[in-house]
Nanobody, 121 residues
Framework: QVQLVESGGGLVQAGGSLRLSCTASGSIFRINNMGWYRQAPEKQRELVATITSDDSTTYADSVKGRFTISRDNARNTVYLQMDSLKPEDTAAYYC???????????????WGQGTQVTVSS
């Protein structure tokens, strides 16, 4: 029905930057909220940032001032610009999207497969 594919993860030194991308494809009528979450080993998945369809954003306190979420509605893509990275940002990063489709009623949440971000000290 709907697929989310992330890209842009990798290994970076502390203080460096990475830009994650996540593109949705499939039977999409409209995408409402989109967001990024992360999960470090042996920890619960946590919210990083969200963005609404009219570009209102929220951020976890731990990333405020360092990360920026944005989206391109024409490309069904959400981005996460990560600057001043710290070793504690190391995690698998997942995007999600709340999607309306002609294939189903209402709104469904979809997840990407994740992309690894590793920050070395």
């Amino acid at each position: 029905q709907v697929q989310l594919v992330e890209s842009g993860g990798g290994l970076v030194q502390a203080g460096g930057s990475l830009r994650l991308s996540c593109t949705a494809s499939g039977s999409i009528f409209r995408i409402n909220n989109m967001g990024w979450y992360r999960q470090a080993p042996e920890k619960q998945r946590e919210l990083v940032a969200t963005i609404t369809s009219d570009d209102s954003t929220t951020y976890a306190d731990s990333v405020k001032g360092r990360f920026t979420i944005s989206r391109d509605n024409a490309r069904n893509t959400v981005y996460l610009q990560m600057d001043s990275l710290k070793p504690e940002d190391t995690a698998a990063y997942y995007c999600n999207a709340y999607v309306q489709s002609i294939r189903f009623q209402g709104v469904k949440q979809f997840w990407g497969q994740g992309t690894q971000v590793t920050v070395s000290s």
